[in-house]
C-alpha cells in the first residue's frame, strides 16, 4: 500500500515540475512579424543662406518589424520626406537596426538604432548626396486589436559626413522628428 501513495505522490510532484520548466522555456515569447505605414515630421538641420531657418520636412514612410527573440528584434524603415520642400530641398531615409520592446498590457514601449544611409536633394536641385545615417530613437506601439496597431516615434540622427552650410567646416548634419503611424501584424 506504502508503494502506491509513494508513486502517486512521485507522479503527482513530478508533473508539477515538469510543468513548471514548460511556462519557463516558453516566456520569450512566438517571433512576429508587423509592418506599417507613418507620417513624418523631421528638423532637416541644413541651414541654407537664402532660407531664414532651418526647413522642416514631412512625408510618408513604411517600417517592418521582426520581432525575433520576444524583446529583442530588428527594425527596418523607409522615409521620403517629400512635403514642405523649399526650393526643391528633400530627404530620404533607408535605415535597420536592432529594437528592444516590452509588453505591458496593449502597450509595447520600445528603443531602437538604425543604421543605414541619408539621401539629400539640395536646394535648386544643385546636387543629389547619399551620406551615412546613424539613427536612435524609440516610441510606443499600441495594440487596437490582434492583427492593427498605432505607433508614437522618435528619431535622431548623425550623418557625420554630411555637409552643412555652405564655406563652413562641416560638422555633419543631425535630422530629427516625430512619426506617427498604424502597424499590421502578419504572423
Known amino acids: 500500500m506504502l508503494k502506491k501513495y509513494l508513486a502517486l505522490g512521485t507522479l503527482l510532484l513530478s508533473s508539477g515540475l515538469a510543468h513548471a520548466q514548460v511556462v519557463a522555456a516558453s516566456t520569450g515569447g ?9 507620417y513624418s515630421n523631421f528638423n ?3 541651414k541654407e543662406p537664402t532660407i531664414a531657418k532651418t526647413p522642416r520636412l514631412s512625408g510618408a514612410g513604411v517600417f517592418v518589424d521582426w520581432n525575433v527573440f520576444g524583446k529583442l528584434g530588428v527594425e527596418g524603415e523607409a522615409r521620403f520626406l517629400r512635403f514642405n520642400q523649399t526650393n526643391d530641398f528633400h530627404s530620404d531615409h533607408y ?17 531602437k538604432l538604425l543604421l543605414g544611409a541619408g539621401e539629400l536633394n539640395f536646394p535648386y536641385s544643385l546636387a543629389h ?5 546613424l539613427a536612435a530613437g524609440g516610441g510606443l506601439d499600441y495594440r487596437l486589436s490582434r492583427r492593427f ?9 548623425f550623418w557625420p559626413t554630411a555637409p ?7 560638422h555633419g548634419l543631425s ?10 501584424r502578419i504572423f
Open 30 to 38: 512566438r517571433p512576429a512579424l508587423y509592418a506599417g505605414g507613418y
Open 44 to 46: 532637416s538641420d541644413f
Open 95 to 111: 535605415l535597420v537596426g536592432p529594437r528592444y520592446s516590452i509588453r505591458r498590457g496593449n502597450y509595447r514601449p520600445y528603443v
Open 129 to 133: 548626396g547619399g551620406y551615412f545615417d
Open 149 to 157: 496597431g498605432l505607433r508614437g516615434d522618435y528619431e535622431y540622427q
Open 164 to 170: 552643412g552650410l555652405p564655406g563652413a567646416p562641416s
Open 175 to 184: 535630422p530629427n522628428g516625430f512619426s506617427a503611424g498604424i502597424s499590421y
